[in-house]
Structures are given as structure tokens and as C-alpha cells.
């Protein structure tokens, strides 16, 4: 399958916790992208990565929130201390640097906070 | 502050039935729309991307078309089918394309009975 892929697809975990995800592009995209979705709203932009470079950041990303590229491979995006409002899905995406610049999902994870 | 909005919320159809989905932005100076469908607890599949300089395209029973001057789109599904049902959403990416992220509209759930 060379599509994105993201891991894990669903956790669990209990508030004050810290969590960490991991999403694999498509291998020749430059650009990768993280989201949140919340139930029975579109997605939301947190923020994008051009190869390592992180270029733009979301204000719904607050200082618990992390994310690297640091090969300009896969990415990770860290949630310290989540909270009950941290439950969503987090979806990863990537494109190529060129256009159309055309977005490609991975399937999601799922983070319920308890 | 470009914001993007899908009317209907829910659409139940018979199938066999053609229907048109909209979307409406409200910054004209976009750089492309693309429409995605989501199945429950899934990522987001892209079904079209339609570049600001285009007004329609297709594939298979999917037709969108854009007015980026009016600030709408619409996705016209014909001879819907139950596999069909799911949500869609549409996105619009912003005219300067040293951006990345989409801004996503809240979608349209899609019921096509049997």
C-alpha cells in the first residue's frame, strides 16, 4: 500500500497523559499536513511541514501540542497532558510541492480522553 | 478569514435519484476546491479537485463545478446508489500557494435508501 498511513488508528488513554502518533506520507510528497476533526465538523488545521521545515502553525496549537519531521520522512505530533477536549481524530495528509497540490488522507487516528 | 459552508447538513434520498451538494466560500481568491467523502470513522477519500482557473470537472457519476467569482461549488451525484452514502466535504485552498493548509466546510451526511 503506498498510501498514508498513520499509527496508532485508535487510543485511549486517561487525562494528564501524554500521547504520541505517527503518520508515514506517500514517499515522494514534501509537504505533510496534520488535522483535527471533531464529531460532525470538517476537519481543522494544525499545522504543515515542507521536507523538515515546519512552515505554519495553527493557534489551535497550543504549547502541549508538538509535532516533528526530522528526516522529512514520517512525522510525529505529541499531545502532553491531554485533556477531555483533546478527543478526536487526528488525520495526517500529504502532497507534492508541485500543482496542483492535491491532498492525500491517511485513515485517522482516533484519541479518546477519559 | 476565508469560511467555508455545506448546505444541506443531511440529505436523505431514493435511490436512482440525482442530487447536487453545495458549498460556498466566502474569500473568491482561492487556488483550488477539492471535495472529499468520508465514511464513518474513516480518513477522507479526495473525489475531485477542481483548479480556480477551471469551472467543472468530472469522473464518472461526479460532476463538480466552481464560480470562484460567486463563491460556490456544487457536487452533482447522478443515479445515487447506497454505496454512496457517506459525508462530503468540500475544501478550498487559499490563493497563495507558498500556503498549504484547507479549509474545510462542516459537510453534507449523505443517506441514499434502498
Known amino acids: 500500500d503506498t498510501g498514508v498511513s498513520q499509527n496508532p488508528r485508535h487510543k485511549i488513554t486517561k487525562r494528564g497523559q501524554n500521547v504520541t502518533f505517527r503518520c508515514d506520507p506517500i514517499?515522494?510528497?514534501?509537504?505533510l499536513y496534520w488535522y483535527r476533526q471533531t464529531l460532525g465538523q470538517g476537519p481543522e488545521f494544525l499545522t504543515y511541514f515542507q521536507n523538515e521545515a515546519q512552515l505554519e502553525k495553527s493557534r489551535l496549537l497550543s504549547d502541549r501540542f508538538s509535532a516533528e519531521r526530522p528526516k522529512g520522512s514520517f512525522s510525529t505530533l505529541e499531545i502532553q497532558r491531554t485533556e477531555q477536549g483533546d478527543s478526536a481524530m487526528y488525520l495526517c495528509a500529504s502532497s507534492l510541492t508541485l500543482a496542483p497540490y492535491e491532498q492525500y488522507f491517511g485513515p485517522g487516528t482516533r484519541l479518546t480522553v477519559t | 478569514k476565508q469560511e467555508v459552508t455545506q448546505i444541506p447538513a443531511a440529505l436523505s434520498v431514493p435511490e436512482g435519484e440525482n442530487l447536487v451538494l453545495n458549498c460556498s466560500f466566502t474569500d473568491s481568491a482561492i487556488y483550488n476546491l477539492q471535495w472529499f467523502r468520508q465514511d464513518p470513522g474513516k480518513g477522507l477519500t479526495s473525489l475531485l479537485l477542481i483548479q480556480s482557473s477551471q469551472r467543472e470537472q468530472t469522473s464518472g457519476r461526479l460532476n463538480a463545478s466552481l464560480d470562484k467569482s460567486s463563491g460556490r461549488s456544487t457536487l452533482y451525484i447522478a443515479a445515487s446508489q447506497p454505496g454512496d452514502s457517506a459525508t462530503y466535504l468540500c475544501?478550498?485552498?487559499?490563493?497563495?500557494?507558498?500556503?498549504?493548509?484547507?479549509?474545510f466546510g462542516q459537510g453534507t451526511e449523505l443517506s441514499v435508501k434502498p
Open positions: 475544501a478550498v485552498k487559499a490563493g497563495d500557494n507558498q500556503g498549504g493548509k484547507l479549509i
Open positions: 514517499s515522494e510528497h514534501n509537504r
